[in-house]
């Protein structure tokens, strides 16, 4: 049976809103959540059975900048994701090891120039990096939007597959409402073209294979892998 | 055995919004959806219909064509705001036919 994971939810600042999360996404039948929290010191005590792998955001603007953020946060998360918002950062994300996602964001038009192209796939498939789709992108879009939005990421979806740089969903949620059951994630791939096999692949193996890997990249004394039992 | 020349599935969902909705605003907004994501002629192959629906406990049935099961659930799926407000609909049960997402919750 398959073990399915959101990788990307926005740890709300109300507690009792992240633990209503924590227990819809149970519900719903997800055995890991990717929480994103810019700090490593993540509660443990929980006592609601769910895997929380805790993720960093990073937003540079420059390769530099990406640098010297990746540099700072050695080895304190679970997941690290980057934000490509230029080429030379994209780029440089992509080729660097102790980068896990790559995510594309922001205005369409800047989109089309920076979002994921030949040169990048290619870099990231050799470091293990995958390509991030967030549901919440979509599901918030506005009818204008998400028709040039479903066709840019249609050409990125294409070009990874190219490469066979692993594509995976999220929900990208900060509330218990925007939440999507696994099936109803998978569903929404249909607008992408994506089969079910594949997109459910995207929910499940194609996470879990970044986590574990990351667990094994980091230090033992660290939680034995940046995961903790909520 | 005849064959059914339509095969039909029944989708159980929950409406997760506080707003109290009645059964014809429910099926427009999820017609509406699957019209703005698949068009007229993909809105129309679903063949959409609600089968029931609860106001206070706000859960329902709606009935769509077999082939067009993740169609549906993707329009279910990319409702996020009813009357401005933001809401889900969540899935349960699906099942050929009724009397299969009744026994279902047995």
């Known amino acids: 049976m398959r073990e399915f994971i959101d990788l990307r939810v926005r740890k709300p600042s109300e507690p009792t809103e992240f633990e209503r999360m924590i227990l819809t996404a149970k519900e719903m039948g997800y055995r890991h959540l990717g929480v994103v929290s810019n700090s490593d010191n993540m509660s443990s005590e929980n006592p609601l059975g769910m895997d929380v792998i805790n993720r960093v955001e990073l937003f540079p603007t420059s390769p530099g900048e990406l640098l010297s953020s990746l540099s700072r946060i050695k080895n304190r998360f679970g997941i690290v994701a980057v934000s490509c918002s230029t080429k030379a950062v994209a780029r440089q994300a992509a080729k660097d090891h102790r980068v896990d996602v790559l995510m594309f964001q922001g205005d369409l038009s800047e989109r089309k120039i920076i979002g994921l192209d030949e040169q990048e796939a290619t870099l990231a498939a050799g470091t293990g990096c995958s390509f991030e789709i967030s549901a919440i992108e979509l599901i918030s879009a506005s009818s204008a939007r998400i028709t040039k939005l479903l066709t840019l990421l249609k050409k990125e979806i294409a070009i990874a597959r190219r490469h066979d740089l692993p594509i995976i969903m999220s929900s990208g949620a900060a509330t218990a409402l925007e939440l999507r059951e696994p099936r109803a994630l998978s569903a929404i791939l249909d607008l992408l073209d994506i089969g079910e096999e594949s997109a459910f692949d995207m929910i499940s193996t194609n996470p879990l294979s970044i986590v574990d890997r990351s667990r094994r990249k980091l230090k033992p004394s660290l939680n034995g892998a940046g995961r903790r039992r909520l | ?106």
Not at chain 2, 21 to 41: F, Q, R, S
Not at chain 2, 51 to 67: A, E, L, T, V
Not at chain 2, 84 to 97: C, D, F, L, Q, Y
């Open chain 2, 1 to 106: 055995m005849p064959v059914r020349a339509v095969r039909r599935r029944y989708i159980e969902f929950r409406v997760d919004a506080d707003l109290k909705l009645t059964e014809e605003e429910i099926l427009d907004i999820i017609n509406n959806k699957a019209l703005e994501l698949y068009g007229v002629k993909g809105a129309s192959a679903a063949s959409l219909s609600m089968i029931s629906y609860d106001s206070d406990g706000r859960k329902g049935i709606i009935r769509c064509n077999h082939d067009s099961l993740r169609r549906t659930r993707a329009a279910l799926a990319m409702i996020s705001m009813i009357s401005g407000s933001s809401a889900a609909i969540r899935v349960g049960k699906v099942s050929g036919t009724i009397k299969g997402l009744k026994a279902q919750d047995c």
